[in-house]
């Protein structure tokens, strides 16, 4: 069973940044992908960046030139570096992790971040 703790949210003014990270309990296993997702109040869970085990990376459109996914060299930790941030990026951000691409087996408990307007 793996285990995926976020850390990093918090409250931040419009144009700050935050850098979120998610570490794995157990190693590489399940951890060939690796991705941040976010949901917003009443709205559905939406898919923001992933990660794979060659550093491929894929963003949504709402994020590109903003975000920078990253993992690190033990390929058990991903980071979201988040800037220029808008109000509508507030949502609680979660870590997922999965051993192929495109299904996430765990998820993370979930980081709260607000950014004021």
């Known amino acids: 069973q793996v285990q995926l703790v976020e850390s990093g949210g918090g409250l931040v003014q419009t144009g700050g940044s935050l850098r979120l990270s998610c570490a794995a309990s157990?190693?590489?296993?399940?951890?060939?992908?690796m991705a941040w997702f976010r949901q917003a109040p009443g709205k559905e869970r939406e898919h923001v960046a992933d990660?794979?085990?060659?550093?491929?990376?894929v963003y949504s459109d709402f994020v590109k030139g903003r975000f920078a996914i990253s993992r690190d060299g033990a390929k058990t930790t991903v980071y979201l570096q988040m800037s220029s941030l808008k109000p509508e990026d507030t949502a609680v951000y979660y870590c997922?992790?999965?051993?192929?691409?495109?299904?996430?087996?765990?998820w993370g408990q979930g980081t709260q971040v607000t950014v004021s307007s």
């Open positions: 157990q190693g590489t296993a399940h951890t060939y992908i």
């Open positions: 990660i794979n085990w060659n550093g491929r990376t």
């Open positions: 997922a992790s999965g051993a192929v691409s495109g299904r996430y087996d765990y």
